[in-house]
């Protein structure tokens, strides 16, 4: 499994801006420009950022890596002894589910220039159920809250990194259903998508929405075949392996991608198998 961050070779830009200009893409680059002023921050600081990423991508390729699309207001709240601004979380969006899909969380203290950067467990609103995810193991309670400034002091907490990779990628490799991890550019344009083509973001119902959008698409996408040609696709879609392939253009719809490009990749998939 190779993260969207390899696949798209990130880790050979010239610089940390440069980097972060194409993982985060020229909308939400500017949204954090605003809050974190990357231009002026220290480049032993601004540099955390981007080996954090790459370092994440390498533990758990499965895991999306996502900046919220309102990191502008700052109304993704991060627990209350972490606070500061969520800069990014490690965990699911696509396919999003009901269920616990944010794992952890990096917030950025532009007030604390000595400790600028906090690890932090995520996932749940209410208090209890936060504590019993960060005293899960001692791994994630050495990691929640821990405070760092520069890539040395990312490299002291690498083994708990590695240790909370180990125990979430088994839960984050189930939620993502066989897919890579993305970069926050890539996770925020599938969100506009579901934004501007669902009526709703209840799982169920787009889940409903996202099956009707893929049979119109399949039914447009095949009349120029005869009637025996499209009940032949139809049925190697359906029947092949228990029919994943066709759940995985579903899928790939219901997590924001355009019903073109989740078919051409289904299909690429289902000729491959």
């Not at 392939?245 to 998939?269: C, H, L, R, T």
Request: glycine fraction near 4%; proline fraction near 4%.
């Amino acid at each position: 499994m190779t993260h969207e961050l390899t696949s798209l070779q990130l880790s050979s830009a010239s610089s940390d801006k440069e980097f972060l200009q194409s993982y985060l893409g020229d909308e939400l680059y500017a949204r954090v420009d605003k809050l974190f002023k990357i231009a002026s921050m220290p480049i032993e600081v601004l540099a955390v950022y981007r080996k954090t990423a790459e370092l994440m991508a390498e533990l758990i390729p499965e895991a999306d890596q996502v900046v919220r699309d309102d990191v502008a207001k700052n109304s993704a709240a991060t627990p209350r002894e972490v606070s500061g601004y969520l800069a990014v979380y490690f965990g699911v969006q696509t396919p999003a589910f009901d269920t616990r899909h944010q794992f952890i969380g990096l917030a950025f203290h532009p007030d604390r220039p000595n400790q600028p950067w906090t690890f932090f467990i995520a996932g749940a609103q209410d208090e209890g159920n936060l504590r019993s995810l960060i005293s899960e193991s001692a791994a994630t309670q050495a990691l929640n809250g821990h405070v760092l400034r520069t890539t040395e002091d990312l490299e002291l907490i690498k083994p708990q990194l590695e240790a909370v990779a180990r125990l979430y990628r088994k839960s984050i490799v189930d939620r993502k259903k066989g897919g890579s991890g993305v970069i926050p550019a890539t996770s925020f344009k599938l969100r506009q998508y579901i934004n501007e083509h669902f009526n709703t973001r209840n799982t169920e119902d787009r889940d409903k929405e996202a099956k009707e959008i893929a049979y119109k698409y399949f039914n447009e996408r095949t009349k120029s075949l005869t009637p025996t040609e499209k009940a032949e696709l139809k049925t190697k879609f359906l029947a092949k392996d228990d029919g994943i392939y066709w759940n995985k253009f579903v899928q790939m719809i219901f997590s924001g991608y355009p019903a073109e490009q989740a078919f051409d990749i289904a299909f690429k998939a289902l000729n491959q198998a």
